[in-house]
């Protein structure tokens, strides 16, 4: 008969228990209760195993029962284990209850149950108390549930009274503090511990991480004796935290070995950073190299998809989670759903949505934002009312879908009146962004006055937000006594806002006030504000193409002028006029109707019309709001091209078709 070694089985049970790819804890295995002796006697030692030989043939009757037993114990602990891996608690301890026989391996097993679950303080107390024999695997776990339910105080005093302390216990008690953000607390243990291993330092490199204080991350990281791949992720994610890139692509090359969490801190960096084409080049590199992505890698990369707009990319993420078990999960769906939103597709988003057997809130309001910023504003409504309808409280995300939707649809006294309702009806307090909501709403229906006197009575100091979406409704209306306001007090709150001396220029040039504007550019100039360029882009073939106005780069320009100029000509015979109001330059007539014909938009729809297959839409997508001479030469485009254009801007998606937009003009 084989004995099991007690120490290796003891390892064995817990990492049944927890999950490998969650090493919250490394326990350390001591001694387990011997299950044929009296239990109020001395336990097995650590080196039972080594005091009898591994594999023992036997006739003796009493021998072999007992070996019988100590097998259903193994046995019973697996499945206690499996149970409390998969958080049936209840069926853990049926079977529990059941055995004649416990090790210290089965307490322990359904104490680290209680300890899985919030609110179990009581039941994990009153367990650990009648454990016969508690290990330090026992005093581990019961520390956890300390730090989870108790706080860390109680959970220190716990700590000091421990009668054998492992490097698991300081761990467990560092981890607590450090996750927490008391970082002093957690460097004075890491200072009184007797034995550090590589744990301790990914800790405390991590919680600083976390806390902002990069420095002392770096300094520890370069103390640290064993860099394990848990501190060299943390670095990166801190890194990419501050913006420093080239540091985190630096250790990214470097560190030798990489896990899954390691490549995605690189993905979501790069796509939270705004640099989303590099996030997706590493999603394909990863793929290519044939790691699986989990979750948290498929979300950052449909998030990288729907900045880009890359439809094919997030088509072929979409086939992944259908294969994978994410399949029938919410988050999952409505991350997909985002991303058809706003890659341009509403239809198979909500296809989609349909499909989805569990919608929760968030699922909901990505549906409702899709259909506002698609200026599909009535039918947005109508989700919202059926999502309340259907007993999903919202929250106030989906307000800021609500204000959206009638925003873009014009439906201005029906916004207020959601917007007053929200605290009075649902409790749900206002913030910045639906008072920027407002400010929008108000500003592009022409009352300038109101959306002031509403800034005014903010509850909180307005935002660098607000002032800017007040100075792009004064651009709109042409009120340059407001958009000087506006201005005045954007610049106040962010000196190096772009934005504040564009928008402002752009009044001013409206109203053909050209010393005002080389004025604010001179201004600009003097404080090195640099202007955010504008580009356009489209997909073709699962190629992204870029253009920036007057673009002189892109390989076939030659045949993209010649087909500009073609519509030129037949737009202006279907009754075309340029609106010289958005050549933002003091210059003559035909140089200024040859600059907006060179409008990014403009060459990215040209290249469309050549590439892309007839039947199927145009989608191209713009990092700025487009311009109102491009949007009526759009309307013009489509017409005279029988093609559906589909343009995302900043604010909104455009659908042109047949001479006319679906915003109704009105953006």
């Known amino acids: 008969m084989y004995l099991r070694n007690a120490k290796n089985w003891n390892c064995l049970a817990f990492l049944l228990i927890f999950s490998p790819t969650k090493q919250n804890f490394h326990f350390s295995s001591l001694t387990i209760q011997n299950p044929y002796a009296n239990p109020n006697k001395e336990a097995v030692p650590v080196n039972f195993a080594s005091q009898t030989p591994p594999l023992v043939r036997t006739t003796d009757p009493s021998f072999q029962s007992s070996a019988h037993i100590h097998s259903d114990v193994i046995s019973s602990n697996k499945i206690i284990a499996r149970y409390i891996r998969s958080g049936n608690i209840d069926s853990a301890l049926r079977i529990f209850n059941r055995m004649a026989v416990k090790t210290t391996v089965t307490w322990n097993s359904v104490l680290a149950g209680y300890s899985k679950v919030s609110g179990k303080m009581k039941e994990a107390q009153q367990l650990f108390d009648k454990i016969p024999q508690p290990d330090a695997v026992s005093y581990n776990i019961m520390l956890a549930c300390y730090i989870q339910n108790s706080g860390l105080e109680t959970a220190l005093a716990f700590f000091d009274q421990m009668p054998v302390k492992d490097t698991a216990s300081w761990n467990t008690m560092i981890s607590g503090f450090a996750q927490n953000g008391k970082m002093d607390r957690a460097r004075e243990l890491f200072l009184a511990m007797p034995e550090k291993n590589s744990v301790t330092w990914s800790a405390m490199i991590s919680g600083y991480v976390e806390c902002g204080k990069l420095d002392l991350a770096e300094e520890l990281f370069e103390l640290a004796p064993v860099k394990s791949v848990v501190a060299w992720t943390a670095m990166i994610s801190g890194y990419m935290k501050f913006r420093k890139m080239e540091l985190a692509e630096r250790f990214f090359k470097e560190m030798p070995v990489k896990n899954l969490v390691t490549w995605n801190a690189m993905i979501a960096g790069y796509v939270e950073n705004s640099q989303a084409e590099d996030g997706l080049k590493l999603f394909r590199m990863m793929l290519g190299y044939g790691i699986k992505p989990n979750s948290s890698t498929l979300s950052s990369a449909l998030l990288g998809c729907s900045e880009l707009s890359a439809l094919q990319l997030g088509k072929q993420v979409h086939q992944i989670v259908c294969k994978s078990h994410l399949s029938n999960d919410t988050t999952a769906g409505t991350s997909i759903i985002s991303m058809y939103c706003k890659c341009g597709v509403l239809e ?225 015979l279907a009754g075309y006029i340029p609106d010289l109001e958005f050549a933002l330059h003091d210059v003559g007539k035909e140089q200024k109707e040859q600059l907006l014909l060179r409008h990014s938009e403009k060459l990215a729809i040209a290249f469309g019309l050549m590439k892309v297959p007839l039947g199927a839409p145009i989608r191209v997508f713009k990092n700025l709001r487009v311009c109102g001479d491009c949007h009526n030469a759009i309307k013009y485009i489509s017409a005279i091209e029988g093609r559906e254009i589909i343009v995302r801007d900043t604010i909104r998606f455009h659908h042109f078709k047949d001479g006319s937009c679906s915003c109704g003009d009105y953006w």
Not at 384 to 389: P, V
Not at 419 to 447: I, N, P, Q, W
Not at 516 to 525: F, G, L, N, T, Y
Not at 533 to 541: D, L, Q, T, V
Request: one cysteine or more; a neutral charge; proline letters at 3%.
């Open 348 to 572: 198979d988003a909500w296809k989609l949505f349909l499909e989805i057997p569990k919608k929760d809130v968030v699922t909901w309001n990505s549906m409702i934002s899709g259909y506002a910023q698609h200026g599909a504003g009535e039918r947005a409504l109508q989700l919202f009312e059926q999502m309340r309808d259907e007993g999903i409280k919202p929250d106030w995300i989906s307000f800021v879908s609500v204000l959206l939707a009638c925003n873009h649809a014009g439906l201005v006294d029906l916004g207020i009146q959601y917007f007053d309702s929200m605290m009075k009806d649902y409790r749900v307090e206002a913030r910045a962004y639906h008072y920027t909501c407002m400010v929008d709403l108000l500003g592009r229906a022409g009352k300038l006055a109101e959306a002031v006197n509403l800034i005014n009575g903010m509850p909180f100091k307005p935002h660098c937000a607000i002032f800017g979406t007040l100075l792009g409704a004064c651009r709109i209306h042409k009120n340059l006594e407001i958009a000087e306001f506006a201005a005045k007090n954007l610049l106040t709150l962010d000196p190096n806002s772009a934005a504040a001396y564009v928008q402002l220029a752009n009044v001013y040039a409206a109203m053909n006030r050209w010393d005002h504007v080389a004025r604010v550019r001179q201004s600009m100039k003097d404080n090195k504000v640099v202007k955010t360029p504008g580009y356009s882009w489209i997909e073709i073939k699962s190629v992204v193409h870029e253009f920036r106005s007057s673009d002189r780069l892109h390989p076939e320009l030659a045949s993209i002028h010649e087909k500009l100029n073609e519509l030129e000509k037949k737009m202006k």
